[in-house]
């Protein structure tokens, strides 16, 4: 097969007319263009330019392998050129998981500023209320990155973002609505409005509050920490949340943990060869874990 230098010395020699003004603009001597062509003129089994008097042309063959030979060479151009853009964080496709309740709050800034920042960049998200879900699509190759609490197994680079505080979410007017700090054993007898068996704070919660001696009570289960964050304010029952998933004009009472409770924030990179995923995981670490 021809390689791309031979093709771009056949395009130089006839845009050229002449061997010595090609081996110029190529920054390369005469014999070893000749020998290019010579390499070019053996693959094909037929001549490509005729030597004259006074320069060089194309012959009948020549001729007929211009046109592809300079789309080759354009093709190669773009190739380097879409490569440096994405390694530059200008251009390519980001695939992005991120935990349902760190999408609003955490990720939702930093994709606002990378979009005017890299316009080019196609980003596509998918959401999941597990880290191990999300493990589960950098595994599989949905995804060449995730954003959430730290998972329960992870091999790969994982990049630390901040640390998250989970809270109590209690509506207007409940009795511990006026606590600095609510523990465990306060929330015993409690109705709390607990996660689905597929988000990782359900056992996660289960676990720690079963280190204190405590079993919660549950008044109904939902999938994401958003919803159990309203559905508390609203005097469903009570809610444990990550900070994260308390939206601005909060009409609930959010109350510390005693102990604090903290988990992990955490960007997991499938490839961390890949740039344009480093230079992502760089404007999320950069900007940290935040509470409006």
């Given amino acids: 097969m021809p390689t791309l230098r031979a093709l771009e010395c056949l395009v130089a020699v006839l845009d050229a007319g002449s061997i010595t003004e090609a081996a110029a603009a190529l920054h390369m001597s005469q014999p070893a263009l000749s020998h290019q062509l010579a390499g070019l003129e053996k693959e094909l089994g037929t001549a490509v330019v005729e030597r004259l008097p006074r320069g060089v042309r194309a012959t009948v063959a020549g001729r007929a392998i211009e046109a592809d030979a300079r789309v080759a060479l354009a093709a190669a ?54 880290a191990d879900v999300l493990v589960q699509q950098l595994d599989s190759g949905q995804a060449d990155l995730a954003v959430c609490p730290r998972p329960s197994r992870w091999t790969g680079h994982s990049g630390l973002i901040g640390h998250e505080d989970v809270v109590v979410v209690l509506p207007q007017g409940h009795p511990l609505a006026e606590q600095s700090a609510i523990t465990f054993e306060q929330l015993r007898d409690e109705p709390i409005v607990h996660y689905s068996p597929e988000n990782g704070l359900a056992g996660w919660l289960d676990s720690v509050a079963a280190q204190q001696g405590v079993l919660l009570a549950l008044t109904m289960r939902t999938r994401q920490a958003v919803t159990a964050a309203q559905l508390a304010a609203a005097g469903v029952g009570v809610a444990i949340v990550p900070r994260t998933a308390i939206g601005g004009r909060f009409a609930g009472v959010v109350v510390p943990m005693d102990p ?5 924030v955490v960007c ?25």
């Fill in 268 to 292: 997991l990179v499938a490839n961390p060869a890949d740039a344009l995923a480093r230079r992502f995981e760089a404007a999320v670490t950069s900007r940290g874990v935040r509470v409006s």
């Fill in 77 to 130: 151009d773009r190739v380097v050129a879409t490569g440096r853009a994405v390694a530059n964080g200008a251009a390519g496709q980001l695939r992005i998981a991120c935990a349902e309740s760190m999408t609003a709050g955490l990720l939702a800034p930093v994709l606002r500023q990378w979009r005017r920042r890299h316009p080019d960049v196609r980003i596509t998200l998918t959401e999941a209320a597990s």
């Fill in 260 to 264: 604090p409770l903290v988990r992990d």
